[in-house]
């Protein structure tokens, strides 16, 4: 009975420090979440097994994960998971230019081959809709 009550209040506690950082992390898992069972569907296997590639997903305006740490030497496969909307990967930061237009079940990639941490953008969603992703490459 006590123990229940504490476990309550534990809960009521967490409710009630559910910050917006919080709420905004938990939106991202849940969206990154279906954004893989899209994948699935695409490919027929988990992103986690695409051979010799680390994969980021994009989907609904977002980078999945949005931020990624892989050794030097990492290939990573961008992949578009949408249904309509079309993205970019640009790595203004690497110097590169952008990339085409990646449409629905299309995919981008680039390997890492320096050191440090990075910004990446979608060309066309990052000033409207904060699409932008960040990779740590460790030597
Ligand atoms: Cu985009």
Known sequence: MYARLLQGSAVLL?????????????KA?????????????MFGHPSAEAEGVIVVKMY??????EQLTVPVGTTVRWVNVDKRTSHTVH????????????FPE?????TFLS????QYLCGP??????????VTVTP
Request: aromatic share 10%.
């Open 29 to 41: 898992a849940a969206l990154c979440g279906k954004a893989e069972v899209r994948y699935v569907d």
């Open 60 to 65: 609904k305006y977002r980078f999945c994960p």
């Open 106 to 110: 299309e995919d981008f990639e680039f």
């Open 115 to 118: 050191a440090g941490s990075q």
């Open 14 to 26: 967490g409710l009630l420090m559910v910050t917006p950082a919080q709420a905004e992390d938990d």
């Open 125 to 134: 969603h990052w000033e409207t809709r904060k699409m932008i992703g960040m």
């Open 91 to 102: 790595l203004n930061e690497a110097g590169e230019k952008e990339s085409e237009r990646l």
